[in-house]
């Protein structure tokens, strides 16, 4: 019996065949778009080297802009970009990457609002083409890549009191390094006046999306308050994560307090136990981060130093409010002091009192 061809939506062999072609589509929809993006930004390049050299070798003056964003508009009246401000960041582009290699390599792939930020935001060209390169592997938006800009994370970047060097092998101990901030910035959390370690963790995790960005690309939540068994006694680590790149498991310890050398003995037990319970064949070893409001660089380079488990040690940034409301050591120590000096007057006008 001859089977007769059908096509309905629930035929399963064409629904496959409709998801296959509407994802080939959509791929080349997006090369194009990157493709008349990148053409555009060299487009942009060459309109500003052609500015720049023609003002440096004939001293030229600034009205010539003038007249080219009048003339190149009423050219070509359906094309944007050519006005007199946009032509003076063609310049400007052009003077920051006189390399044409670099544009069509990195700069040339992102949009071009993102490169004005760059050229605004930013003077070093390192810091430009390290950011541009960020931005390029993590998909940011223009917002948050000028919210990354203006939260330092350059500097950030591998700032952190680790281990890494003697525990882990190159070159992850290096790229470890790397992946590790200092400070975390998590002005993001809308937290109360008398915030314990708890409520910082809880907030953390209501605003999961937000720390996601904040610890940076190929981190996935496992979960809070993760539960481990350990020579019969119960443990509960505040936050576990995987990291997708660097394939291992990562602990996060969250201290509301400066950092002490005994909340390393404690994340050596953590990082123990998750590489004996937990860590598959394929897995590298498992990373913790004891995050703090304050470190000695010292007492923390010390507690790290005879450990065989990675370990950092980072501090945190709260929401600005939040850190003039908490008190500093200086006022405890004030307070504590005065409180001192008062009973001992109450004490002593006590004893010189009569006895009835």
Not at 201 to 219: C, T
Not at 233 to 257: A, N, P, S, T, W
Not at 300 to 317: D, K, Q, W
Request: proline fraction near 4%; charge should be negative.
């Amino acid at each position: 019996m001859p089977t007769h061809p059908t096509l309905f939506p629930e035929d399963t062999n064409y629904i496959a065949l409709l998801d296959g072609l509407k994802k080939r589509i959509r791929s080349a929809q997006v090369r194009a778009a990157l493709a008349v993006n990148q053409e555009l930004i060299l487009l942009y390049w060459q309109i500003g080297r052609e500015i720049l050299e023609r003002q440096q070798q004939k001293g030229w003056g600034s009205k010539v802009v003038d007249r080219l964003a009048k003339d190149l508009r009423q050219e070509f009246p359906d094309m944007k970009g050519f006005s007199r401000s946009n032509l003076l960041y063609m310049r400007a582009f052009a003077e920051a990457w006189p390399d044409e290699q670099i544009v069509q390599r990195t700069v040339g792939q992102l949009p071009w609002r993102h490169n004005i930020a760059l050229i605004e935001k930013l003077k070093a060209p390192q810091e430009r083409i390290w950011y541009a390169q960020q931005t390029l592997d993590s998909g940011w938006s223009r917002d948050v890549l000028v919210l990354q800009i203006e939260s330092r994370l350059y500097q950030r970047q591998g700032g952190a009191i680790t281990n890494f060097e003697h525990t882990l092998p190159q070159p992850q101990s290096d790229l470890v390094q790397q992946l590790i901030k200092d400070p975390y910035h998590l002005e993001f959390l809308p937290l109360g006046q008398k915030v314990q370690e708890r409520d910082l963790e809880n907030a953390l995790v209501a605003h999961i999306r937000d720390f996601l960005m904040e610890l940076g690309v190929g981190f996935a939540f496992v979960g809070s308050q993760y539960y481990l068994k350990i020579g019969g006694e119960d443990f509960y680590l505040d936050l576990l994560f995987y990291h997708l790149e660097l394939r291992c498991f990562v602990i996060i310890d969250l201290k509301m307090g400066e950092f002490k050398a005994e909340y390393s003995g404690k994340m050596n037990l953590y990082v123990s136990a998750v590489d004996e319970q937990m860590r598959k064949a394929h897995d590298n070893p498992t990373i913790g981060i004891i995050l703090c409001k304050s470190k000695n660089k010292t007492i923390a380079e010390y507690a790290l130093r005879n450990l065989n488990t990675p370990i950092a040690v980072s501090t945190h940034r709260l929401p600005k409010a939040l850190q003039e409301q908490l008190p500093s050591i200086e006022q405890l120590e004030m307070e504590l002091e005065s409180a001192i000096n008062e009973a001992i007057h109450e004490i002593g006008a006590d004893s010189e009192s009569p006895i009835t």
